[in-house]
């Protein structure tokens, strides 16, 4: 998740980060306020419209943050774990592991995000009232500020999914057609054809020689239909899965190598024999745990002879593992939830084998090519 951004730090036990572009974003919305600030206070000094600006500019980000953080509040309440939260250059997303189970937990996670805003709102334009008499400087910022929540209330309630206004439609929908994956189709459908008229309006505006405006009016368009094509493609996924339990996907040839195994040994007579990424590790004919190619990759290689599986696998306590009738689309929402991509399969105990991510999209792969 943090592989392009830069982490914050946690909020609510949440990993909070800021993508690379989201620097570009504050950059220019620093100078535009700047330039705002120098034109309708032409009597400030040139430093004070500066920093006004990356006040500004913060506090925005911050306001964007708490929208993101009242969708991650409401998700935990009904027990959808967050997984991050990440500011970019378009506001941000709280990546939560795994979709709503009701119409009305979707509703209510979709709509917190919309309602902090309209609080900060709320807020901002009080504070501007208050220190009216007080400083320009603090109304112009609040002032700035209680639009622009306004203004984000109101184009995240447009009926484009994934926007939140296209979550709460989805939610709408689901409600009354009783289908997740139908009401999702309808969303995402409108979703696009929202975007469209974001890209077809962006064109317009070049044409009419507004360049930046309708450059920056077609690019959220492109954004959109992208996000809402994805989400469509999603629904295909989930829908190949649809009747696979675990036992019809599972290898059970998986390796299984001793806990007194040394990595260099596992290194030079599994891993480049078998070339596979995980290994299930055995102490005393039972499972004790598991190993993968990325916690091998964590290890210096000075101690690969001296470090023995057993030293560094993720011991079964602390396994995901799923039974052999278990839905296929279960198994996909562990992985996500918990980033994992192996799953052991177990049954009263005793192993029967385990699921890769890697397989388990091949498996979706040739049923999409094939139809079935």
């Known amino acids: 998740m943090f592989t392009q951004s830069v982490r914050l730090g946690r909020i609510l036990g949440i990993p909070v980060g800021v993508n690379y572009s989201w620097f570009i974003i504050f950059a220019l919305i620093t100078v535009t306020l700047g330039g705002q600030f120098a034109y309708v206070y032409p009597e400030w000094l040139t430093t004070v419209h500066y920093i006004a600006g990356i006040i500004t500019s913060l506090l925005f980000f911050l306001s964007v943050l708490l929208h993101e953080l009242g969708h991650s509040f409401a998700a935990k309440q009904k027990g959808i774990k967050v997984r991050a939260i990440t500011l970019f250059i378009f506001g941000g997303v709280a990546q ?79 409600f009354y057609v009783e289908s997740y994956e139908q009401a999702t189709k309808i969303a995402s459908g409108v979703g696009q054809a929202v975007a469209y008229v974001f890209i077809l309006g962006g064109i317009f505006l070049i044409v009419g020689g507004y360049w930046i405006n309708g450059l920056w009016i077609a690019f959220i368009g492109w954004f959109l239909l992208t996000a809402a094509q994805q989400v469509a493609q999603y629904v295909i996924f989930k829908s190949a899965l649809r009747g696979i339990k675990s036992r019809d996907i599972m290898q059970t040839d998986c390796p299984r190598v001793s806990a007194q195994t040394t990595v260099s040994a596992l290194i030079d007579e599994y891993l480049f024999r078998t070339g596979r990424r995980a290994f299930l590790v055995i102490d005393r004919d039972s499972l004790a745990g598991l190993v993968t190619l990325h916690q091998i990759k964590q290890l210096p290689r000075d101690a690969w002879h001296q470090t023995t599986l057993g030293d560094i696998m993720t011991p079964i306590s602390e396994l995901h593992w799923v039974y052999p009738d278990t839905d296929i689309t279960e198994v996909l929402d562990i992985m996500n939830a918990e980033d994992v991509n192996q799953i052991p399969v177990l049954s009263n105990g005793k192993l029967e084998g385990i699921i890769g991510r890697n397989h388990l999209l091949q498996v979706v792969q040739t049923r999409l090519d094939t139809g079935v």
Request: glycine content about 6%; charged content about 15%; overall charge neutral.
């Open 96 to 174: 939560i592991t795994r979709e709503p189970d009701r119409p009305m937990t979707e509703f209510y996670i979709a709509i917190m995000g919309p309602v902090v805003s309209i609080a900060l709102a709320g807020l901002f334009w009080v504070l501007s009232v208050v220190f009216q008499p007080i400083s320009e400087v603090v109304v112009a910022i609040t002032q700035w500020l209680a639009r622009i929540n306004f203004i984000l209330v109101v184009f995240n309630m447009i009926p484009g999914f994934p926007l939140d206004g296209g979550r709460v439609f989805r939610a709408i929908v689901w």
